[in-house]
């Protein structure tokens, strides 16, 4: 690791990603040397003249498209109503999962690792009064635990996901036991990873609104919620951003 190679890497990346990119990739690398090599000092990284700014990362960042959360709530709604009342045979295996997904994601407003990661009884927990969604602190990026109440009026659509859904993506694939959103095969045992959930949101905002949405939206869709419904509540909605 020297400071014409670090230089070279940096400018190369600079000319194939985004100045926002690139800044991530020397904070990970700088972070990854100081975790090697301890006993040197890598601040020097920093100073160099072709990395970029926090300034001009943040200038390159893409504006986040938002979506009309009310509307694509019903309209999921709607389809998942449709869903549990049509024979399994003339139902697509992962039809209730995706929408169920989507409008659990818009509800909870949490990062896309937060949303893949999800595990029955540990964070998807059935209890006496409905279902629970729950994070220990250590598992959210701002280290705040996390506990909510599920709607009651979801309780028919993630039971059917369940018990039916579920079982039925499940079927025949090595799958890890615990893990809610299934159905991916490949190395990730049969657990959605970030990518595919990612698919599944622009499809169903082509499907539903007419263009594509993405899981890192549903945070600002989130505290614009709050806002709307409380102008005074920038407390909570910079949470909401952060959770």
């Known amino acids: 690791m020297t400071r014409d190679l670090m230089a070279g890497f940096i400018i190369e990346r600079r000319q194939a990603v985004s100045d926002n990119s690139t800044y991530f990739n020397v904070r990970n690398l700088a ?34 498209r938002l979506f009309p959360a009310g509307l694509l709530m019903h309209r999921l709604l709607a389809a998942l ?8 045979d003339r139902l697509a295996a992962d039809r209730v999962r995706d929408c169920l997904l989507v409008v659990l994601a818009i509800i909870l407003g949490l990062w896309l690792r937060n949303i893949a ?25 701002n280290g705040e635990a996390f506990l909510y109440q599920v709607p009651s009026l979801l309780n028919p659509f993630i039971d059917r996901y369940l018990s039916v859904g579920r079982l039925r993506l499940m079927a025949g694939r090595k799958i890890e036991a ?11 045992r049969g657990r959605l990873m970030a990518n595919r959930i990612r698919e599944i949101f622009n499809r169903i905002g082509n499907e539903r609104l007419g263009h594509p949405t993405n899981p890192h939206s549903v945070r600002h869709v ?22």
């Open 31 to 64: 972070m990854m040397m100081k975790c090697l090599t301890p006993e040197h000092e890598w601040r020097w990284i920093w100073q160099l003249s072709v990395v970029p700014r926090l300034w001009e990362a943040r200038a390159a960042r893409r504006p986040v």
């Open 178 to 188: 615990d893990a809610v959103w299934v159905g991916q095969p490949g190395p990730s």
């Open 117 to 141: 990661a999800m595990r029955l009884e540990h964070n998807f927990i059935r209890r006496k009064a409905g279902w629970e969604i729950m994070f220990e602190g250590y598992e959210v990026k």
């Open 81 to 88: 109503q449709e869903a549990i009342a049509t024979p399994l």
């Open 222 to 243: 989130a505290a614009t919620r709050i806002l709307d419904n409380d102008p005074r509540a920038l407390g909570t909605a910079a949470f909401a951003l952060r959770a």
